[in-house]
């Protein structure tokens, strides 16, 4: 700042070079350059003349271009409007506190609290409320013990004030029968002592009660009630129960009455194990008859289960002849007709031949009977032979047995063997429809 010096004030010289006006920021309409004001003293109304300063901030850029102005007061250009002033005096501006002392101070008070806190601690000053508490809690249990052997002391105490009660009524009781046994003129006396000794003793039980009462503490108090409530509730539902008790009492006693009837009748019935053997016999009974079916209808030797089925069936009659064919075993239907076409040939040739008939009929006759020729209709001993064909084709072994027996004799003789055979089969099913009558009556 140039000094101030008496003299003519020199008007500075201006360059009027228009400036580039920099780039407006986004979003305003650039503003045209202003141009430069003279450089007049134009001090602010609110200093002095003694205390106005220069603009350093816009001295500055002006001094490269204006001239040394002549020794006098120097001037500047006034301050545009709104802007703040940088002239206000002195005293007025706070100088910034130093920050560095402050945190060093703050840190040493952080150690000082926390030496201090330490040393509390170690010397068992400083409050510890877990400890308070784990104190709380064993005190509690102490006085949950006491109270629970003040509680115990105390039953023993009522138990044996309620025996001497009981052993006091008792005496009584004695005592007011023997005085009433006694003589008369003795009755008063004695009663009287009896009665003065009576209440003294009730009179002692009842304090000692009452003290035992009044001993007791709060809690002890609360847990008695709660004992002597829990006795009414129990009292309150066996009041309950014996009327339904009561009610019950009939049905229980009509139940012992039908008991009693059900065990009259099994000892009538015959014993449980017969009946339990005759049960597993009827049980095992249809599975025999199977067997023995099957072994009859495949040709088989069936002495095994027809020794089953007499076990389980005592009632089936069974023969000589019957087990002599279970030992060897029966021709099945199918091998019967298979022997016999076998033997057809055999029987036609066996029958009888007619002596009336001519030289054409003998040989028309010889021919069907090498070629096995069999109607099925009339009565001729061809149409018979058909007719047993037909009947074990079906099935049906009765009928063919029939047919057989109505033969005559030559071709029945021719055919024994297949009459056996034929006969043997017949018996096994009859034996085996018998024991399933047998089974049937049994199971009724």
């Known amino acids: 700042m140039a000094e101030k010096k008496p003299g003519p004030v020199k008007s500075p010289i201006i360059d009027a070079k228009a400036r580039e006006s920099r780039a407006a920021p986004s979003g ?23 205390t106005a300063k220069p603009d350093s901030a816009t001295a500055g850029p002006r001094a490269a271009t204006a001239k040394k102005p002549e020794p006098g007061p120097s001037a500047r250009p006034a301050p545009a409007a709104g802007a703040p002033s940088d002239t206000a005096p002195a005293s007025t501006k706070t100088a910034p506190l130093p920050l560095a002392p402050l945190a060093v101070a703050a840190g040493a008070g952080a150690l000082v609290g926390l030496a201090l806190a330490y040393g509390l601690a170690s010397f068992g000053l400083w409050p510890d409320g877990g400890r308070d508490a784990d104190a709380a809690l064993a005190a509690l249990d102490a006085r949950t013990g006491r109270i629970e052997t003040a509680l115990g002391v105390q039953d023993g105490v009522v138990a044996e004030a309620a025996g001497r009660i009981d052993a006091v009524e008792a ?19 004695a009663a009287q002592a009896d009665l003065d000794a009576l209440g003294e003793e009730t009179a002692a039980l009842a304090a000692r009660i009452e003290a035992v009462a009044a001993g007791a ?28 008790v009561e009610d019950a009492l009939p049905a229980l006693a009509e139940a012992r009455s039908r008991i009693d009837d059900l065990d009259a009748r099994i000892v ?3 014993a449980l194990d017969t009946v339990s053997a005759e049960r597993d016999r009827m049980a095992q009974l249809p599975g025999a008859l199977d067997r023995l079916a099957r072994a009859i209808a495949a040709g088989a030797p069936f002495a095994v289960p027809l020794a089953e089925l007499e076990t389980l069936s005592p009632g089936l009659a069974v023969d000589d002849e019957a087990r002599a064919i279970a030992a060897m075993g029966v021709a099945t239907p199918a091998a019967l007709l298979s022997g016999f076409r076998e033997a057809i040939p055999v029987l036609l040739a066996a029958r009888p031949q007619d002596p009336d008939a001519n030289w054409a009929k003998s040989l028309l006759d010889q021919a069907g009977a ?6 099925t209709e009339g009565d001729s001993p061809q149409a018979r032979v058909g007719q047993i064909e037909a009947a074990l084709e079906a099935g049906d072994l009765v009928a063919a047995e029939q047919g057989l027996a109505q033969l005559p004799a030559p071709m ?33």
């Not at 090498?370 to 109607?375: E, G, M």
């Open 28 to 50: 305003e309409a650039p503003r045209a350059a202003e141009p430069a004001q003279p450089d007049t003293p134009a001090p602010a109304a609110s200093e002095s003349p003694a």
């Open 171 to 189: 005496a009584l009781t004695a005592r007011i029968t023997e005085l009433a046994d006694a003589a008369p003129g003795t009755e008063g006396l």
């Open 217 to 244: 503490s709060g809690e002890e108090a609360d847990l008695i009630a709660q004992m002597a409530q829990r006795l009414e509730t129990l009292a309150a539902r066996l009041d309950a129960l014996e009327p339904q």
């Open 268 to 270: 009538d019935q015959p």
């Open 370 to 375: 090498a070629l096995a020729l069999r109607p």
């Open 412 to 444: 029945r003789a021719a055919a024994s063997g297949f009459a056996e055979a034929l006969s043997r089969t017949l018996a096994a099913e009859r034996l085996l429809a018998a024991a399933r009558q047998t089974g049937a009556e049994a199971a009724q």
